[in-house]
């Protein structure tokens, strides 16, 4: 079976968790064995997150005042380098007979998405009230709530080619396990001449996993995250999980932006535009939702 695994940003770093490389490293390490179980036998690209790396790695490039900082493209590059190795090395580690490996990967955008006058995806890490208030006097960011506390959020434009589309599919047939479109792929356009050029964003990496499942025929779309299911009425007392579900009636309800919100588009989306399911769960569980027996299943 071939499988397009989206895999949470927190496989690498925990809510709330310090950026540092040593905690990414370890909780990819604990991730490693649940993943390479569920690759076992399938054909596998796996597109991760970047918004707490690209988020800190912009922080770091304005900390230094002798040159201006590196545009977001540049940024998502950067970080799919870093998480990319990580990822394949602790895949490795973890299935030493299986060959991985980590792609830089563009993704094309419409430069007149109007998600470029709406930001919406959270960079980097949690802000209290005041922090917040003193960044945007700063730098003039803008800023959305996130649980209790609140993050920096950017434009988020839809993905609508992925460039390195064919070696990834060349890659994916050969059995070699291919970590692609990080952080939903580089932001980039096409202009008039053909060129490509990259674009300040940050792409969503679900609906950039959607699209390549599509694209490559993929038999499902796997959502991983660091929660069970969707649920409806998430963090009140009657909040339930949902089983399996059409992608008609799961769109009936309303997630957050910047949550679920995507997560459940972009299932809905592979499920209607394929016919196969997606499925959303736990990164723990990765073997049980891929199989169906664990996790939120959506079909058509």
Known sequence: ?????????????????????ENQRRNMRAAADALARACEGHEVAIVHGNGPQVGLLALEADAYKALPPYPLDVLGAESQGMIGYVIAQELRNASPGRPVGALITQTIVDPGDPAFSRPSKPIGPVYNRDEVEALKALHGWTFARDGKAMRRVVPSPKPMEIVELPLIEDLVARGVTVVCAGGGGIPVYRKSDGQLAGVEAVIDKDLAASLLAERIAADRLVILTDVDAVYLDWGKAQQTAIGKITSAELRRHLFADGSMAPKVTAACDFAERTGRPAAIGSLVQAREVLSGQAGTIVHD
């Open 1 to 21: 079976m071939r499988i397009v695994i989206a895999l949470g940003g927190n496989a690498l770093l925990k809510r709330c968790e310090p950026l540092s490389a």
